[in-house]
């Protein structure tokens, strides 16, 4: 049997690696545990085994992070049921509860700091921090308001970082390198250490981390298909955090940290369909402005902890300061797509009949690029700034013993936070392209002439979430083995905005018969929404056996309103909506956490129903191609998630993680012309009953561990499969039965996956060295197929990453 020579090319560089690896310093690890059994959580703000934790939780601790090579949440969402990750977004959905409108629907801490993103302009992405050093990961499926807030509609995703010890010095260190079939080489270092400075009064935590996640999609020329910059979307991360904990008195500890994460990616993920050839390793893309994304944030905090023999104090104040720089989109092919609308219908963008464009309606963007016949190559370049600077403060008060009748916490929450979203397309060559495709000057055309920096548009977005929460969960015993929780949360929540657009493309200028004058250029809003949410949950548990617990809680979520910026009523045809309400859930869950044989089978499954009403969505206008945001539509989301690990002798193990959801809508919605409260100039179907959220049904993930032994040294080999079915029921924008201009016949549910990766390696007293490879079917599905609109024909698409293969080596004392 012959091997391909990429396969042999990539093996002969692994094998030649690992040696030179091995004497690096590596991550502290237990390459051959994946016993969760174990672990302690703070789920419920208490330290508690997660097995006697009466919710539907997932736990990863820093050993088996590193033995299932989990690098970021996108590899821990394949082995965590019930959980759908979107990277193009960095949106997290648990148990099909997601949206890309208005607040979170994820909570995501780090510790005791939520540092989730509101949806306030165009890809208002969610910053999420890298997977090193840490104590844990904890996912928690469920509505999390009672303890967590908003932002915790559909479940909880929590960073737990290692605490400085003032008793014991310990380090670890992690070197890696891997090669990317077709692609270039990733590799990264980090090292970690800590220890008492004085003993038992002052101790220390650092750690340092840097990765480069190699490219393996080429930019090139669209006229030529010749590379500009090979393997493009390579990413680059630094990670520096610091700690200590000092205890001046008997009982109090207090934890200063700070936690500094920058991230640059140089290219999105996806590549032009029309001239890439994934069976041959070609993924290619031809946009001439860079899709880049540069993320920096900074976290500094000051948690302070007094312990006395009936209540623990904790106090916890956090500052978190995001900027991020990203192009989101490609400004060339929004704006041809949008030009061809124009162009197609034979107006200019005034709404005035032209003859040229109207006796040549040919496409502006074909399958493999733009089509400007005799213009020259054109460029437009789309800035998008996010930045978030938010302050938070939570005080709780907690019953000291664990075992007590009556476990209880109360708290108080405040939280400031302040974002900004400013978008803007570059556009120098707009008044030549004008000339072009419609023979008229700016003024005619659009009636404004480009901004002083060239801009075609820009949308500049600043909002403020405030938020004063009260809070209390206790569990009662009512028996030895029953018992009962109940959770109250009371907020009061205001947000507010202010709002500046301008440029020809911002549209006010734009509709039939509008002539350039005094309503033209730039416009400014604002507007605010204040709420008083109020969230409980109720919950019953029945420990059967040591061993084996029943559990049925019901719980409620839910997100903070908003306000929108206003349409330009001349350009869409109305007055649409400036604000929306909160949207919520309602979450009925049964569940059990059970061991078998002798404790060697742990299994946890929980089955849920969710009722998700006045959903906050998007709505796309036609007459003006503006989006705002408002309440539509109820859904249902059903299913459940299992988890089960199983040692079935001392050196066989198997693990699987599988989840199944059904989030549907249940009713036709849109906007009713006849109903005052929308101004919709017309009415439209946006959602049929029956359409689905963008979930995949089902996901499974298997694993199969042997333990061993290698000349006289702990040594273990690892397989896992993950899977995720495709969906076989249409989104709303897949659906012939919605409103015409919101249906999209080119857009397909994304095809099945499958994931085959394998780890093996030893331990070498101090030392885990360890071979991997991921994807070793080489799958390249095609993935978030997209255009621009339903009338572009060049379409783009991801993947999963090629075939890798990798060595990596840890060192710990």
């Known amino acids: 049997m012959t091997m391909a020579p990429r396969w042999r090319r990539l093996l002969l560089v692994a094998t030649t690696a690992l040696p030179i690896l091995a004497a690096a310093p590596g991550r502290a690890a237990e390459p051959g545990s994946t016993d969760v059994g174990e672990i302690v959580v703070t789920a419920t703000r208490q330290d508690q085994m997660v097995t006697k934790v009466p919710e539907s939780i997932s736990a990863f601790p820093a050993a088996k992070l590193a033995v299932l090579d989990v690098k970021s949440f996108q590899d821990l969402a394949k082995f965590t049921p019930g959980v759908a990750y979107d990277d193009a977004s960095h949106d997290i959905a648990i148990r099909g509860i997601s949206s890309t409108a208005g607040s979170g629907t994820t909570g995501i801490y780090i510790d005791d700091t939520p540092i989730q993103a509101r949806a306030l302009g165009q890809n208002s992405n969610n910053a999420l921090p890298a997977v090193f050093d840490l104590d844990r990961v904890e996912v928690l499926r469920g509505p999390q308001g009672t303890l967590f807030g908003a932002g915790s509609e559909g479940g909880t995703v929590r960073y737990i970082t290692p605490q400085p010890s003032l008793t014991t010095s310990s380090g670890d260190a992690h070197s890696e390198v891997s090669w990317t079939d077709d692609g270039a080489p990733s590799y990264e270092f980090g090292a970690a250490a800590g220890g008492p400075i004085v003993q038992d009064r002052l101790g220390f935590r650092i750690s340092a981390w840097g990765r480069r996640d190699g490219g393996w999609i080429d930019r090139v020329d669209d006229a030529t298909l010749e590379p500009t910059q090979r393997n493009a979307n390579w990413v680059d991360t630094l990670v520096l955090r610091g700690a200590l904990a000092w205890t001046p008195a008997d009982g109090l500890l207090i934890t200063p940290a700070v936690y500094w994460q920058d991230r640059d990616q140089n290219k999105d993920d996806f590549y032009w369909t029309g001239i890439s050839d994934p069976g041959a390793g070609r993924f290619l893309d031809g946009a001439p402005d860079r899709l880049a994304d540069k993320d920096r944030f900074v976290l500094p905090s000051l948690k302070i902890e007094y312990d006395t023999p009936a209540v623990k104090v904790i106090s916890t104040t956090s500052y978190y300061d995001r900027h991020e720089r990203v192009n989101g989109y490609s400004g060339t092919l929004y704006n041809l797509s949008y030009f061809q609308q124009l162009t197609g219908g034979g107006t200019d963008p005034m709404g005035a009949p032209c003859a040229q464009c109207a006796s040549d309606p040919s496409p502006l963007l074909l399958p493999a690029g733009p089509n400007l016949p005799g213009f020259g190559a054109y460029a437009a370049q789309t800035n998008i700034t996010n930045d978030q600077k938010n302050l938070t403060q939570e005080v709780r008060l907690q019953s000291a013993d664990p075992a007590g009748r009556l476990t209880w916490t109360v708290g108080a929450f405040y939280s400031y936070d302040s974002q900004r979203s400013v978008e803007e397309i570059n556009d120098p060559q707009l008044p030549a392209l004008t000339q072009y495709l419609w023979g008229e000057d700016m003024l005619t055309a659009w009636g404004e002439d480009l901004l002083a920096n060239g801009d075609d548009y820009i949308n500049d977005t600043t909002g403020h979430d405030r938020q004063i929460a009260l809070f209390g969960d206790a ?23 202010r709002n500046l657009n301008d440029g020809p493309q911002d549209l006010l200028c734009t509709a039939p018969g509008t002539s350039p004058g005094p309503d033209c250029g730039a416009a400014a809003a604002s507007g605010g929404k204040d709420e008083h949410p109020f ?9 059967v056996t040591p061993d084996d617990l029943l559990y049925a809680t019901i719980s409620k979520g839910y997100r903070i309103g908003g306000a929108t910026p206003p349409l330009p009523a001349d350009a869409c045809g109305g007055v649409f909506p400036t604000s929306y309400g909160s949207d919520t859930v309602w979450d009925y869950e049964a569940g059990l956490k059970a061991r078998f044989f002798d404790r060697r089978l742990q299994v946890s499954a929980s089955g849920f129903y969710i009722r998700w009403n006045n959903i906050q969505q998007s709505i796309y206008v036609p007459t003006c191609g503006i989006q705002f945001t408002t309440n539509l539509g109820d859904a249902v989301s059903q299913g459940f998630d299992l988890q089960a690990d199983w040692r079935l002798s001392d050196a066989f193990q198997i693990n699987a993680a599988i989840g199944y959801t059904d989030a549907h809508y249940t009713h036709d919605s849109g906007l009713d012309a006849n109903d005052p409260g929308t101004g919709a100039p017309e009415s439209f179907v946006v959602v049929k009953k029956g359409d689905v959220l963008d979930i995949a049904p089902w996901t499974v993930s298997l694993g199969g561990q042997v333990n061993t032994s290698l000349a006289g040294h702990p040594a273990f080999v690892r397989m896992d499969f993950e899977f995720a079915s495709r969906r076989t029921h249409p ?16 857009l397909v549910p994304d095809p099945p996956t499958y994931q085959l990766s394998a780890r093996a390696g030893v331990t070498l007293g101090s030392w885990d060295v360890a071979v991997y490879g991921q994807n070793l079917l080489n799958a390249h599905p095609k993935l ?3 255009h621009q609109d339903q009338y572009t024909l060049l379409y ?13 080596a840890s060192y710990r004392y």
């Open 731 to 746: 989104l709303p924008n897949e659906d012939p039965g919605v409103d015409p201009t919101f249906y999209d016949p080119g």
């Open 784 to 786: 978030g197929l997209s």
């Open 796 to 808: 783009v698409a991801t993947t999963l990453r090629p075939l890798t293969l990798g060595v990596a």
């Open 535 to 543: 969230t409980p949950k109720l919950g019953l548990s029945y420990q």
């Open 475 to 497: 569990t009662w015993a009512l028996a030895s083995q029953l018992k009962l929780n109940l959770g109250l949360r009371y907020a009061w929540t205001h947000f507010d905005y």
